[in-house]
């Protein structure tokens, strides 16, 4: 049994907009083997997502070899997904698939610099499966669900710093405080995108109860 | 007494036997430099000091006892390093990995089940499998998140007549299945009695090279976004949740001369998909024993709600 399955990374469940700020990466430990995570601005480590959108265009982008770049979108954003032949199956539903089409995505963060000295995130998929509506609104809920819970930790922590002599119990949270370090985004962002998100589930749902085709415009 | 006072005395107790010439003001004096002067929190002084005595004893942590193990039930363990008597019955005993090891093996009792290790130089009397009995002096520990328990020796083992009902450890899991681990699909087992073993290249590990009988199965990651659980569906569950028969995967891996086809059927049939499941838990898996595909509407106003008044 490897070690790897011992110890397996939870999925994050993130939106979009979170996703590409998520730019500084690190390890635990000195190991060359220890797990990248990416840190996410509200205040997590993230080694493995799970994501679902609307993949709207593919592209291979390679020059010898495949590497198909996936554009999914989420109500906050564009995950951009790469995969090539270290990923034949996710690439294969890339080379495959018609946009536009709901996927799920389990895969990787990865970071890289540009030119200009901007980090831009990538998805590494380790697989890519064709959904349905439903996967992708409850996927919205859960993200949102997921996301709040972290704001709700990293502004307990922040309260905490701010009256540290009010004897709050709050607890530490080592990655709310290395999210305040690394970023300069506040994380009432965030908190917005996931209210867009959950409007946007509404809307649907009030266009769909409408009897009049033409509501819906 | 003082709080330190209490302590230091705890602590003399438990090396009585070990440390003839350590005074309880010896113990006393080093807690209060910890504490008055580092500013070290009283447990973690505690710990420090013990761990003093324990180098200057020459002995492990296990070898010496808290002096006040309490009975507890197997539900009961959420900590490591705590002292506490268990009834339980012996369930399953696996084979050890390690010389270090005299026996391993899984206890239950009503409230649950926990895996359990005796050590060899402990020179311990044998546990048998079935057999219920009364252990004094056991240590929990923790694993990533898993509890077990040590038997030690300190630990006084009772055999006791009567029998002990065993409750699960049932868990619930709502998330997405992110993942089929290798060994899931059409798989062989050893056809020897009483091996269920996974033929790996047509061996297997314990009677060698042979023929092996299908069987169906997928070992998966259901993932709720805090934690990742291992899944197991056995024969059964597999069919269920895939609507494949054991006879068509057989068909399908005849008519593809590969078995590994009907592996990659099902993943595309279920990976990235939202499920319920419930079922009880065996060490670090869960038994697929009750299966629902999430696929209905959710309801977001509630959310919106909390997001809006945050």
Redesign the interface.
């Known amino acids: 049994m490897s070690q790897s399955?011992?110890?397996?990374?939870?999925?994050?469940?993130v939106f979009a907009s979170e996703f590409n700020d998520s730019t500084y990466t690190f390890k635990e430990s000195d190991d060359e083997r220890a797990p990248n995570y990416a840190l996410l601005p509200t205040g997590d480590r993230a080694n493995r997502v799970?994501v679902?959108g609307t993949l709207t265009e593919t592209e291979d982008v390679g020059d010898e070899s495949e590497y198909w770049r996936g554009r999914v979108v989420d109500p906050t954003g564009t995950f951009f997904v790469y995969a090539g032949q270290y990923q034949p199956e996710a690439a294969s539903v890339l080379r495959d698939t018609e946009p536009p089409a709901y996927?799920?995505?389990?895969g990787k963060p990865r970071t890289y610099e540009t030119d200009d000295g901007t980090v831009n995130v990538s998805l590494r998929p380790?697989?890519?499966?064709i959904?349905?509506d439903?996967?992708r609104?409850?996927?919205?809920?859960?993200a949102?669900?997921?996301t709040?819970d972290r704001?709700?930790a990293f502004?307990e922590w922040e309260a905490e710093q701010e009256a540290p002599e009010s004897g709050s119990t709050a607890p530490t949270n080592e990655y709310a405080e290395m999210a305040r370090e690394r970023y300069d985004s506040p994380v009432v962002n965030y908190?917005n995108d996931?209210?867009q998100a959950?409007?946007s589930?509404?809307t649907v749902e009030e266009e769909e109860q409408a009897d009049d085709p033409e509501a819906t415009i | 007494m003082s709080d330190v006072r209490q302590h230091a005395d705890d602590i003399h107790e438990q090396f009585s036997d070990h440390l003839e010439d350590v005074s309880v003001e010896d113990v006393e004096e080093r807690l209060t430099t910890l504490v008055d002067e580092y500013k070290v929190p009283i447990d973690e002084a505690r710990r420090s000091v013990t761990n003093h005595y324990l180098e200057e004893a020459g002995l492990e942590r296990e070898d010496i006892s808290s002096g006040d193990s309490e009975k507890a039930n197997v539900e009961d363990v959420d900590e490591p390093e705590e002292w506490i008597d268990l009834t339980a019955k012996v369930i399953e005993l696996w084979d050890p990995r390690s010389d270090s090891v005299a026996q391993v093996g899984l206890l239950g009792d009503p409230t649950g089940t926990i895996k359990f290790t005796k050590w060899a130089k402990s020179d311990l009397p044998a546990l048998e499998e079935g057999g219920v009995y009364e252990l004094r002096n056991v240590v929990t520990d923790e694993y990533q998140g898993r509890y077990s328990v040590k038997l030690n020796s300190t630990t006084v083992i009772e055999e006791l007549d009567d029998d002990l009902e065993v409750g699960n450890d049932t868990s619930e899991i709502e998330g997405a299945l992110v993942d089929m681990q290798s060994g899931s699909g059409l798989i062989k087992r050893c056809p020897e009695e009483d091996c269920t073993r996974v033929l790996q290249n047509g061996r297997c590990n314990e009677h060698g090279e042979g023929e092996g009988e299908f069987d169906l199965r997928i070992k998966a990651v259901v993932d709720d976004g805090i934690d990742a659980h291992e899944v197991i569906f056995d024969k059964d569950a597999t069919e269920d949740l895939t609507g494949l028969s054991l006879e068509e995967a057989k068909d399908m891996a005849m008519d593809a001369l590969d078995t590994t086809v009907v592996a990659d059927e099902i993943r595309d049939d279920i990976v990235g998909t939202y499920y319920r499941i419930e079922g009880p838990t065996f060490g670090r898996y869960v038994l697929a024993d009750d299966v629902e595909e999430l696929d209905g509407l959710v309801d977001a106003e509630e959310l919106l709600i909390k997001a809006r008044s945050m």
């Open positions: 399955e011992l110890t397996r990374e939870v999925a994050r469940r799970f679902v996927v799920s995505i389990v380790e697989s890519i499966s959904v349905d439903a996967t609104d409850r996927w919205v809920v859960e949102a669900e997921l709040l704001i709700e502004e908190r996931v209210i959950l409007e589930l509404e």
